[in-house]
């Protein structure tokens, strides 16, 4: 079993910059794809990022290309999400999830989820 916590979600202005962090407890998240997604409200639940867990190949949504950066500390069991450019358009709950394979994830499903952190980029 994995468990999984987010943290780093706050209120930043358009342009600024958060860090979220995927912490896990359990196990350590080295044989875990994990991913991060996001939900605006009202809106279904989107794929924005994931790291594959033997080569660390990373993958971004088109909206957050070039502006968000997915990485993992394995000693720390963590993966980082840094959110650079915040746009309002990026407020969203932020989720990470972690599966067996990143298929699992491309999918946008995940065996294991944190409840989310909330993230407002005010205009």
């Known amino acids: 079993q994995v468990q999984l916590v987010e943290y780093g979600g706050g209120l930043v202005q358009s342009g600024g910059s958060l860090i979220l962090s995927c912490v896990a407890s359990g196990q350590t998240l080295e044989r875990y794809a994990v991913g991060w997604f996001r939900q605006a409200p009202g809106k279904e639940r989107e794929g924005i990022s994931a790291?594959?867990?033997?080569?660390?190949?990373?993958h971004y949504a088109a909206a957050v290309k070039d502006r968000f950066t997915i990485s993992r500390d394995s000693a720390k069991k963590t993966v980082y999400l840094q959110m650079n450019n915040l746009k309002p358009e990026d407020s969203a709950v932020y989720f990470c999830?972690?599966?067996?394979?990143?298929?699992?994830?491309?999918?946008?499903?995940?065996?294991?989820w944190g409840q989310g952190t909330n993230v407002t980029v005010a205009s």
């Open positions: 790291i594959d867990s033997f080569d660390g190949d990373t």
């Open positions: 999830a972690a599966a067996h394979t990143l298929a699992t994830i491309i999918r946008e499903q995940g065996d294991y």
